[in-house]
Nanobody
């Protein structure tokens, strides 16, 4: 049982920046990765970036490469998404996702936060 709470969303002008935070709590022993996804109205949820708990592996959507940076602070059980050079197309609800593994290759559960709204104006 893992609880995720996102924060840091808001309204920003195109070209600006936001820093999202995902605070995790609960049974984290088997959580291996945490990621950020986004979903606009009428669209499917899609990956933005993800990071292993170790911090040694990251993955970014093509649209995020060079603009967004995912990082983690394990001491605070928090994962961040630094968003720079924001565009109106980045307007979405952003969700935090934590993935639980029974082994190195067996996913047993996925947990989601409630989301935080990011709106980029032109």
């Amino acid at each position: 049982q893992v609880h995720l709470v996102e924060s840091g969303g808001g309204l920003v002008q195109a070209g600006g920046s936001l820093k999202l935070a995902c605070a995790a709590s609960g049974s984290m022993a088997d959580i291996r990765e945490i990621g950020w996804y986004r979903q606009a109205t009428g669209k499917e949820r899609e990956l933005v970036a993800r990071i292993s708990v170790s911090g040694r592996a990251t993955d970014y959507a093509d649209s995020a490469k060079g603009r967004f940076t995912i990082s983690r602070d394990n001491a605070k059980n928090t994962v961040y998404l630094d968003m720079n050079s924001l565009k109106p197309a980045d307007t979405d609800v952003y969700y935090c996702n934590a993935v639980e593994y029974a082994s190195a290759s067996a996913v047993t559960a996925k947990y989601w936060g409630q989301g935080t709204q990011v709106t980029v104006s032109s």
